[in-house]
């Protein structure tokens, strides 16, 4: 199981919200890349890159910050809030994202996804779910929809889509442990994909589930930023060591 560090963006600053609720934002450094260049230093290969401007306003804001880790960084990047339109997805390529993470148009625009999957090929995207009692919210956690993320994960998985992530709200930015249920559900009524878990990570117990249920990786915010766990831990867990 793959750890990836996730930096979350609010005016160019590196922030986290709880449950999802901007009005609960607690800003952790005001230079990002400082903090990518630090998860480099660790020995971690990839990131998860969040533009929380962009997820809200449905169009890509934070592309500049982006840009800025894939040129003086070699993490591989994630990244996701916004990308909403053609434009935007040329935007977050042409700025050094090595994954588009889509959430809002996979659930609201099939056809736009279909379309830029054919275009750039299934590898280059993974689907994000963030899902409340098993249904999706979209725009940044603002806007709920009636799609089961179990349904959605299926779907996509049948157009080839192999990649992945969810993050149960209820869990996020809390520090109270991951939604393993919800996950050995997903894993248990989907086949050949690949689910990387996100939200609620506390501890190394955390991660120790979150591996034995099946998941291929997990993203990890807070817990680094509350010291929780250490960059040497995470390191260490990482290598299998």
Not at 14 to 33: A, F, M, W
Not at 62 to 82: C, P, V, Y
Not at 131 to 153: M, R
């Amino acid at each position: 199981m793959q750890i990836i560090p996730a930096i979350d963006i609010i005016d160019g600053k590196c922030v986290r919200l709880s449950k999802g609720d901007y009005t609960q934002k607690k800003i952790y450094n005001e230079h990002p890349l400082e903090v990518a260049k630090s998860f480099e230093d660790s020995g971690f290969q990839r990131l998860h890159l969040v533009d929380l401007d962009g997820a809200k306003a449905g169009q890509v804001k934070n592309w500049k910050m982006l840009e800025n880790i894939a040129t003086h960084t070699r993490l591989q990047i994630d990244f996701s809030g916004g990308i909403s339109s053609d434009e935007s997805l040329s935007i977050t390529f042409n700025s050094g994202a090595t994954f588009a993470a889509i959430g809002s148009v996979a659930a609201k625009n099939e056809a736009l996804l279909l379309q830029w999957l054919s275009a750039h090929g299934v590898e280059k995207f993974i689907l994000g779910a963030d899902v409340l009692d098993e249904k999706i919210q979209i725009k940044g956690w603002t806007e709920p929809t009636d799609i089961n993320i179990i349904d959605f994960i299926h779907n996509f998985s049948e157009k080839g889509v192999k990649q992945f992530f969810c993050t149960d709200i209820s869990k996020d930015g809390l520090l109270q442990g991951s939604a393993i249920d919800l996950y050995k559900k997903i894993l248990e009524e989907t086949e050949g994909i690949q689910l990387i878990a996100s939200g609620g990570v506390s501890s190394l117990n955390d991660l120790e589930a979150l591996k034995l249920t099946g998941c291929s990786g997990a993203i990890v915010g807070k817990a680094i930023y509350e010291n929780r766990i250490s960059l040497e831990e995470l390191r260490r867990f990482n290598d299998g060591l």
